[in-house]
């Protein structure tokens, strides 16, 4: 008899939605479950990474815990994720459940296909695509047209092709899922709960779940044992790119900006907002020195919400210098940015 599959829930949901947050309170409530995690995210300043690590849950030790930062894990199947995957199944004892973290642009189309390859197939299994969204910013429309700047594009250029690339992968990552997690509950009204939850089931043409929650805060009992098996059942997920054998991320881009030491935490935080208003930088993230402090500043920035608090003390052996990561669509005027960041403007 073949030894029992082990469930892996795939958590995705676009740039800031509180996927981290999500999975951070899984451990932390799943009970003596022996859990591993696979973390994707852009750039290597590994800042998830270090808020899961920091967890310090027994059935969710370090070595468990993998990063992958060379890019969308949708994009680096073979190369990345799936020797990765070997790694952890191999553990002993073997994890008992595996969370993947994509990244925030990350497609979960060809990641649950990767569950089809043969030597994956009678290890692992699906067990359910958990897509957390971020209410206020889909209220806020922020992942549709406007159409008065599709129309401005469309008289100046009416060959244009017009396609919005937020919103392909918010509902390639709505069209995954086997939950829909409405997320950051604390700033919507019931009202509002109840007519994004009707916009999202209308939107998704198959029967799924969707809770409302706050800080991620679904009990990992609702979380893990979906059984949805989702890598037998791709084709009722359909994906803006199912008619390519490839797709990438071209739309998108992200770089990293060091910053030197910083007065006071508030400084750092209105030039995060500065560059979220000027420039419509998606996320930014990471840490930062400040002056006289000997706690690490972790900043997070999401739109024009900006979050900081300390994390952890500077090592003695690290260069006080910050690290954040900012992502935005393509065209970001780098340079203004970072002199904005840096504090030079
Ligand atoms: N107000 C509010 N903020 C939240 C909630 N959940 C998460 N956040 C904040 O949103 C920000 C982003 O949360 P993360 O959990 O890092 O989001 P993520 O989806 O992992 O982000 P990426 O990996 O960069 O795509 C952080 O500042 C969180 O503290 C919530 O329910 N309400």
Redesign the pocket.
């Known amino acids: 008899m073949s030894a029992r599959k082990v469930p892996v829930t795939i958590v995705t ?12 309170h899984a451990i932390e409530t799943a009970e003596g479950r022996r859990l591993a995690l696979i973390v994707n ?2 750039g290597d300043v590994g ?2 990474g270090t ?1 899961l690590r920091s967890c310090g849950i027994k059935n969710c030790p370090e070595e468990n815990i993998v990063e992958l930062t060379n890019g969308c894990i949708c994009c680096t199947v073979a190369d990345d994720f799936i020797p990765t995957l070997e790694t952890l199944l191999s553990r002993q004892p073997a994890p008992e459940h595996i969370i993947i ?1 994509t ?2 642009l990350a497609l979960p189309k060809p990641l649950v296909k990767a569950f089809e390859w043969p030597d994956i197939r009678n290890r692992v299994t699906v067990d359910g695509v958990v897509t ?1 969204v ?1 209410g ?1 910013a889909v209220k806020a429309g922020r992942f549709v047209d406007d159409p008065e700047k599709v129309a401005a594009q469309r008289a100046a250029d009416p060959s244009v092709d017009h396609e919005n690339p937020l919103e392909e992968v918010y509902e390639d990552q709505l069209l995954c899922a086997d939950l829909v997690v409405l ?5 919507l009204s019931d009202d509002d709960i109840k007519t994004l939850s009707d916009e999202i089931k209308r939107s998704i043409p198959r029967a799924i779940k969707i809770v409302a ?5 679904v009990p990992a009992g609702v979380l893990l044992g979906l059984s949805a098996a989702a890598e037998d059942d791709l084709a009722a997920r359909p994906s803006h790119h199912d008619n390519e054998a490839e797709h990438d991320h071209d739309d998108f881009e992200t770089f990293i900006v060091d910053v030197p030491e910083v007065a006071t935490p508030d400084d750092l935080a209105s030039r995060a907002k500065a560059i979220a208003n000027a420039h419509d930088v998606l ?1 930014v ?1 990471g840490y930062a020195a400040i002056g006289g402090k000997p706690m690490r500043l972790l900043l ?3 739109g024009e ?1 900006v ?1 900081t608090r300390y994390e952890r003390a500077w090592q003695p052996d690290e260069a006080r210098v910050g690290r954040l990561v900012v ?1 935005g669509q393509k065209g970001l005027d780098r340079d203004a940015i970072v002199r904005t960041l840096t504090g030079e403007s």
């Open positions: 949901g676009f740039l800031g939605a509180g996927k981290t947050t999500l999975v951070r995210e852009f800042v998830d808020i973290e990244s925030g957390v971020d206020p997320n950051k509950a604390d700033l929650a706050r800080e991620g805060q996320r993230k997070q920035g999401v919400r979050d992502i």
